[in-house]
């Protein structure tokens, strides 16, 4: 149990394109799910918590504006990366937050993003 | 605020060899989380192991031990016998629960086991 999925597993993409990574709790209720980004051979850094029903809230540094997430429903929370640029490349994880659990966090299996 | 750092960047070991990797943590909090998490070259994240920071107890998982010492604020990871399938990045984390459990992670330490 406890599945995470990320759609798509890997994108290319133009510069100047949006793209839509999508994170969901397969066989539970997410209220909280996390955006990480992981340049490579560094670690995860943490984007933004998503919760469900509300706004998500950004790390510093991180734009909003550029990175839009939407977190619909107890199963779903997406990523966009408007106006993609080559420094967006990266590998984007997500990871959701068992619903009336505190301690526990399941983690998807990632999403590599290239914009050419 | 909370940090963790592992300094060992990179890890070699030849199969078989015994190898610690080291993981030190900072959090103003009583109540945290802390974690294991394997990354093989395919980039998922494997959960290893959670502890409170209630539980000092060391746990023995086959060839993976975790040494927990609050008073050093360190959580370190022992694989005995190494094998090749345990090349990968190792990522200790600490979750902070009264904000989301959100986690920080440390910058990862490389393992290579070489036959």
């Known amino acids: 149990g406890a599945v995470v999925s990320q759609h798509p597993s890997w994108v290319i993409c133009k510069s100047g394109t949006s793209v839509k990574i999508e994170c969901r709790s397969l066989?539970?209720?997410?209220?909280?799910m996390f955006w990480y980004r992981q340049f490579p051979k560094q670690s995860l850094m943490l984007m933004a918590t998503s919760n469900e029903g509300s706004k998500a809230t950004y790390e510093q540094g991180v734009e909003k504006d550029k990175f839009l997430i939407n977190h619909a429903s107890l199963t779903l929370s997406t990523l966009t990366v408007t106006s993609a640029h080559p420094e967006d490349s990266s590998f984007y994880i997500c990871s959701a937050r068992v619903r009336g659990v505190k301690d526990t966090q399941y983690f998807g299996p990632g999403t590599r993003l290239t914009v050419l | 605020a909370q940090k963790v750092t592992q300094a060992q960047t990179e890890i070699s070991v030849v199969e078989k060899e015994d190898v610690t990797l080291d993981c030190v943590y900072e959090t103003r909090d009583t109540t945290y989380y802390l974690f294991w998490y394997k990354q093989p070259p395919s980039g998922e994240l494997v959960f290893l192991i959670r502890?409170?920071?209630?539980?000092?107890q060391n746990e023995i998982s086959g060839r993976y031990s975790w040494n927990f010492q609050k008073s050093t604020s360190s959580f370190n990871f022992t694989i005995t016998a190494s094998q090749v399938v345990d090349s990968a990045v190792y990522f200790c984390a600490l979750s902070d629960p009264y904000n989301f459990n959100k986690f920080y992670f440390g910058s990862g330490t490389k393992l290579n086991v070489k036959p």
């Open positions: 502890r409170n920071s209630f539980d000092e």
């Open positions: 066989d539970f209720q997410a209220t909280t």
